[in-house]
């Protein structure tokens, strides 16, 4: 079963102006999308620019791609204040 997206963070952009590497991100929190802006180092800008770039059924005449960082968590079993937090990329068609 697919999860939704509807609470997940949208990769939009990865762009390189001037030597200055950003992502843009688009992100809903109660009910106000927000686009984000933000700084990222030059080796995750070819990174990100990869993963946007990648289309494996682009001949077949699917919907546009969108790729979703699915963020997971656990608490640490030895300190309760404690939490681990993991992140990955998706991608949906």
Known sequence: MR??????????EASNKDNIY??????KIADEELK???GIEQADYGRLKRILEFRPFENTGVAPYRYFFALSY???PDNKE???ANQSLTKQL
């Open 3 to 12: 999860d939704t997206n509807e609470k997940m963070i949208e990769l939009l």
């Open 22 to 27: 950003s992502a843009v991100i688009r992100h």
């Open 36 to 38: 984000l802006r933000f």
């Open 74 to 76: 656990r608490q640490d």
């Open 82 to 84: 404690l939490i681990f």
